[in-house]
């Protein structure tokens, strides 16, 4: 098992940046990647951005690339999500998640095994 706390989410207006954190805990060693991901109403859930294990390989999807950036701190089991250059379409709820196998595809939702509540993110125009 896997416990996930995001915090972070606020409103914004477009330019403007937050940094999501997400605070994970429990079976951590079987963690292969750290994911974010995103639904906004009436949408699937999208995979933002993702990490692995080491932090050495990213992985972003085409809409954020180039203004979100993904990073993990390890000793303190954390991974945060920075964004810039918001626009009114980032707006949505936000997800951290644990992808436990190495198989898959790193942003795909379905992928993932364990997941946090969600803290939400709007961006004004």
């Known amino acids: 098992q896997v416990q996930l706390v995001e915090f972070g989410g606020d409103s914004v207006q477009a330019g403007g940046s937050l940094r999501l954190s997400c605070k994970y805990s429990?079976?951590?060693?079987?963690?292969?990647?750290m994911g974010w991901f995103r639904q906004a109403p009436g949408q699937e859930r999208e995979g933002v951005a993702s990490v692995d294990s080491r932090g050495a390989a990213t992985l972003y999807a085409d809409s954020v690339k180039g203004r979100f950036t993904i990073s993990q701190d390890s000793a303190k089991n954390m991974v945060y999500l920075q964004m810039n250059s918001l626009k009114p379409d980032d707006t949505a709820m936000y997800y951290c998640a644990a992808k436990l196998g190495d198989g898959g595809q790193p942003l795909a939702p379905n992928d993932y095994d364990y997941w946090g509540q969600g803290t939400q993110v709007t961006v004004s125009s």
């Open positions: 429990g079976d951590t060693y079987s963690t292969k990647y």
